[in-house]
């Protein structure tokens, strides 16, 4: 199992944008998925992220209020809507199951999948 990340793009400072995290199911021994996500020159930060049993979120400091994590069983997908975007926002976006509970720590992760580079212009 892999998930993969899609849905980037070119945006404006402002606007928004909806990525998407499809995967062909749950990999054993995980208990949700984050998203991720680093900028040129920059380590992988912790953006946000949802449990697969009661879909508590928790969520980066960096974009709460303007990035959340809805999710659709039905088609084994989690989406990263992102609002109010900023030049800092530019970055590959990544997804990955979290192999620990509530990680917010990239060894926390597993079965990444490719990113989707975002760019967000002033």
């Known amino acids: 199992v892999q998930l993969q990340a899609s849905g980037g793009g070119l945006v404006e400072f402002g606007g928004s944008l909806r990525l998407s995290c499809a995967s062909s199911?749950?990999?054993?021994?995980?208990?949700?998925v984050g998203w991720f996500r680093q900028a040129p020159e920059k380590e992988r930060e912790f953006v946000t992220g949802?449990?697969?049993?009661?879909?508590?979120?928790y969520v980066a400091d960096s974009v709460k209020g303007r990035f959340a994590i809805p999710r659709d069983n039905g088609k084994n997908t989690v989406y990263l809507e992102m609002n109010s975007l900023k030049p800092e926002d530019t970055a590959n976006y990544y997804c990955?199951?979290?192999?620990?509970?509530?990680?917010?720590?990239?060894?926390?992760?597993?079965?990444w999948g490719q990113g989707t580079l975002v760019t967000v212009s002033s």
């Open positions: 199911g749950r990999p054993a021994g995980t208990y949700g």
């Open positions: 990955a199951a979290s192999v620990r509970i509530l990680s917010t720590r990239e060894s926390g992760y597993g079965y």
């Open positions: 949802i449990r697969w049993g009661d879909a508590s979120t």
